[in-house]
Every structure is written in C-alpha cells, then in structure tokens.
C-alpha cells in the first residue's frame, strides 16, 4: 500500500502560483512513478502531468505545459506540481497518483490516490 497525501491548494489570482506537494508513505516512493491529474466540478477527471519512475521523463498536458512543472524529491517521497501563470480554468481539485507501470496519461494505469486538494483560481 502507498498513502498519498496532497497539501498547498488554496486561492489564487489568475497569473499567479502555487506549489502542490504530495507526500507518500507505504511502499518504496521509488518504486512508482507519480502523476498529478485534476477534476472540475462538473468533469471527468483530467491528466495533468506525470513523471517516469526515474523522474528523468515527463509528460504535461498540452493546457498545462510551459506553466506546470513536475518534480519528487526521493529522500523525502513527495512529488511536487509548481503552477504558474494560473488562469480561471485551472480551478479544480488536484489529486496526486502513483502507477508501478503503464502509460502514464491513463487514469486506469494509476494504483494508488490521494484525497485531493482545491485550487481555485479568481479572475
């Protein structure tokens, strides 16, 4: 079992930033791969990014690249999405996930989420 906790979602102006971090417990962090995927009141469940197991790989989706940057620290297991220039669109609730294989764009390749934290971006 991996224990995902999310944290530093909060409000924010548009054009501003913010840093999530996703602590994991359990299972060997670096035995996953981790990705950060975002739900919308009223939307499925969206990829956001997601690193390979090495973290020397990572994928974005096209709303999000050149403003989030994923990135983990291993020594102390957690998994970091900085966001910056934040639009209104951006509002959801974003939610880490680890995957022990599989393509990383797939919410199905995902094993283990945590609760979620709200980012609301104001206009």
């Known amino acids: 079992q991996v224990q995902l906790v999310e944290s530093g979602g909060g409000l924010v102006q548009a054009g501003g930033s913010l840093r999530l971090s996703c602590a994991a417990s359990?299972?060997?962090?670096?035995?996953?791969?981790m990705g950060w995927f975002r739900q919308a009141p009223g939307k499925e469940r969206e990829f956001v990014a997601a690193?390979?197991?090495?973290?020397?790989?990572?994928y974005y989706a096209g709303s999000v690249k050149g403003r989030f940057t994923i990135s983990s620290d291993n020594a102390k297991n957690t998994v970091y999405l900085q966001m910056n220039s934040l639009k209104p669109e951006d509002t959801a609730v974003y939610y880490c996930?680890?995957?022990?294989?599989?393509?990383?764009?797939?919410?199905?390749?995902?094993?283990?989420w945590g609760q979620g934290t709200q980012v609301t971006v104001s206009s």
């Open positions: 996930a680890a995957r022990s294989s599989g393509d990383p764009f797939r919410i199905r390749s995902y094993d283990y």
């Open positions: 359990g299972r060997t962090f670096s035995n996953y791969a």
């Open positions: 690193s390979s197991r090495s973290g020397t790989s990572t």
